[in-house]
């Protein structure tokens, strides 16, 4: 079973580890796979039985998602267009593939139209037998004009095969935020997150760790918890602030007072996360889908910048079910943080939530089905 499997990320890099996940989880059951990125390049090694076709780098100009722009902030010219479709339909030769999985689009990623729909005719008249799925995350981003949520539904009609949810439909089910669910013709199920098994969870958890993810935001996140540090009935335990990879970490250390850790980056986090008494954080996909998987209590202060409102959709789900404590970002000030931990660091912890969080291998499994079947069934 060959596999090709298309990946934009625009401004973070949550969609290309979501993207990493899933094809290992694929080549483990059997897929050769092809991961396109269109993104900035992996900060991650491929996985075993992947292999990362790197296409001329298109990224978000800012948070706003104003214009693309290359890996050097020029605005996107033609010839990268160009580019792109060159090796574009040089992977569908090489690679001859059963399956296409692009990831968002047509649920995002609207831009991108002009590259997959002439890519995916050309795939279909050259492999007729060729299956086309959908990897989504479970919340999109609020559209302001109702039409758009029919011609992404009439899109995924018309292009594939099956659209993969990666969430649980008991807290968040697609139609929450894409309220044109009804006029989709092609199967939807949803797959669980998709996230690692969580290190092994020590006896007694102690200490805060904040951290920002992958993306370019964030700063004010670190900047609030570092005022809010003294204000906590917690201060006396550790602080570590993980404060990405955009430059943070070397600024806000030289301020820290002592017990408070800064790093810009720390490749033992998933241990950290699972040994921190209190997790605060964004309410990124990845980010969120480790904090459950390692039933970490957690703060969510959610990326809300130009309309953004995936993560404060997400953040308010996990409230109402009692999985999170959560700070709007107009709320963020240094004593309501310190507050926002001390009530979480209350919270009992039982292990693990019930959220179904075996996203990949599910994804994986229901994609060997599109291929033996031709179809999926619909969730419930």
């Not at 949810?165 to 199920?189: I, K, M, N, W």
């Amino acid at each position: 079973m060959r596999l090709l499997f298309w990946v934009q990320s625009l401004l973070g890099s949550g969609h290309l580890r979501r993207a990493l996940r899933i094809s290992r989880a694929c080549a483990d059951a059997g897929f050769e796979v092809t991961l396109v990125n269109g993104g900035p390049p992996s900060p991650w090694p491929a996985p075993k039985g992947v292999r990362i076709l790197q296409l001329p780098v298109l990224r978000a100009a800012d948070a706003a998602f104003s214009a693309l722009v290359d890996e050097d902030g020029r605005p996107a010219a033609d010839s990268l267009w160009r580019a792109r479709a060159a090796l574009l339909a040089t992977a569908l030769e090489r690679t001859r593939p059963d399956l296409v999985l692009l990831e968002m689009f047509p649920f995002g990623r609207r831009a991108f139209a002009r590259e997959l729909e002439p890519w995916l005719a050309h795939a279909r008249n050259l492999f007729p037998r060729l299956r086309v799925a959908i990897s989504v995350r479970e919340v999109l981003v609020r559209k302001t004009n109702p039409d758009r949520y029919r011609e992404m539904a009439e899109r995924a009609n018309r292009l594939a095969d099956a659209v993969l949810v990666h969430g649980d439909a008991a807290l968040l089910p697609f139609e929450a935020s894409f309220p044109a669910r009804r006029l989709l013709s092609v199967p939807l199920r949803h797959t669980g997150y998709v996230v690692e098994p969580p290190p092994p969870v020590p006896a007694e958890r102690r200490g805060i760790l904040v951290s920002a993810g992958g993306g370019a935001v964030g700063a004010r996140l670190m900047e609030t918890a570092l005022a809010a540090h003294p204000l906590c009935r917690l201060a006396d335990e550790p602080w570590l602030l993980v404060a990405g990879r955009h430059g943070r970490g070397e600024t806000l250390g030289r301020r820290a007072p002592p017990g408070v850790t800064v790093r810009g980056h720390d490749p033992d986090l998933p241990a950290h996360l699972a040994a921190a008494r209190v997790s605060v954080s964004q309410a990124g996909y990845n980010t969120v889908a480790e904090t459950l998987a390692c039933g970490t209590p957690m703060v969510l202060v959610p990326f809300a910048e130009s309309g953004e409102d995936e993560q404060t959709v997400r953040a308010r789900a996990l409230a109402a079910k009692g999985l999170a404590r959560t700070l709007e970002d107009r709320d963020l000030m240094p004593a309501t943080l310190a507050r926002a931990i001390e009530e979480a660091a209350r919270t009992s912890t039982r292990g693990r939530p019930p959220i179904a969080l075996e996203g990949a291998r599910r994804s994986a499994e229901l994609l060997c089905r599109l291929l033996e079947c031709g179809t999926l069934p619909c969730d419930g």
